[in-house]
């Protein structure tokens, strides 16, 4: 059930009406997610923000959808699950590594290792250690994708946050008749 509603730019306030216009203009439309968040002109702003940095990560595409599978398994959100298993299939992903990826792993043990950090970072991100950072280094990965991994959980804890606060939902599947 929706809890807060989606704006239009000429209902958002100060800085939100801006982003959003700039959005509708350039894309035709902000989508649901973004239209609610117009609420919190900080919260928009910063969403914006991080999203755009987020595509500049040295991450591969296929395994930042893999991460962002397997954390938003955690969280629940149905709107992201459903965006990232798209984003997955289009970015070549098997219907097999997807569900690996729900599931907090890969059939590669260096992209396991990374997933499975990711997923401590967002549900026991005290229990990480100096042997895991040595374990994804000795798996090759880089300090900076290692420190982006918690810039990509925090991406999908907010976009998944947000979207169960305010009962942002999957259309449902319409019968075939």
């Known amino acids: 059930m929706r809890r807060l509603t989606a704006l239009q730019p000429e209902q958002a306030q100060g800085k939100s009406r801006e982003l959003l216009t700039d959005i509708v203009e350039r894309r035709g439309s902000a989508g649901e997610m973004v239209a609610t968040m117009a609420h919190s002109p900080a919260l928009l702003e910063g969403y914006l923000n991080l999203s755009r940095s987020m595509k500049r990560i040295k991450i591969p595409r296929p395994l930042s959808e893999k991460i962002s599978l397997a954390v938003q398994e955690w969280i629940g ?3 992201c699950k459903e965006a990232h298993e798209h984003a997955a299939l289009t970015a070549g ?29 967002l549900a026991e991100p005290s229990s990480l250690t100096d042997e895991d950072v040595a374990e994804l280094r000795e798996h090759g990965w880089s300090d900076r994708v290692i420190a982006e991994v918690v810039g990509l959980v925090s991406l999908n804890l907010m976009t998944g946050a947000f979207n169960l606060l305010a009962g942002i939902e999957p259309k449902a599947a319409t019968p075939a008749t």
Request: hydrophobic residues 45%; charged residues 20%.
């Open 93 to 121: 992903l098997s219907e097999n590594d997807i569900a690996l990826a729900r599931q907090g792993t890969s059939t590669d043990a260096r992209e396991a290792a990374l997933i499975g950090v990711a997923v401590r970072v």
């Open 77 to 79: 959100c149905g709107m």
